[in-house]
């Protein structure tokens, strides 16, 4: 076990050498732009801002397995049990 966490660790520092070389931001992803001023309270990036109706969605998607285990879990924390 220590072994494979020394790789993983290894691999990982791998990554993030090869992903600030190739300039892209630590988590994989493309920024928009990111808010350094501590005035700014709250920053709503672009895919966040685009709602969508939790309904259709579950309808539009209801043949999809993952949302049928999703939805599962979504109703087991609504409800508590």
Known sequence: MRQL???ER????????RQKMAGLPASG????HL???????HHIG???????HLGSFLKANSGD???AVGL???????LGS
Do not use: G, Y
């Open 5 to 7: 966490a020394q790789i």
């Open 10 to 17: 290894r691999q990982a520092r791998i990554r993030r050498i």
């Open 29 to 32: 992803m493309k920024h928009d």
């Open 35 to 41: 808010v350094n001023d501590p005035e700014v309270h």
């Open 46 to 52: 672009a895919a966040e801002n685009h709602a969508q």
């Open 65 to 67: 397995p993952a949302i």
């Open 72 to 78: 599962l879990r979504l109703r087991l924390t609504v």
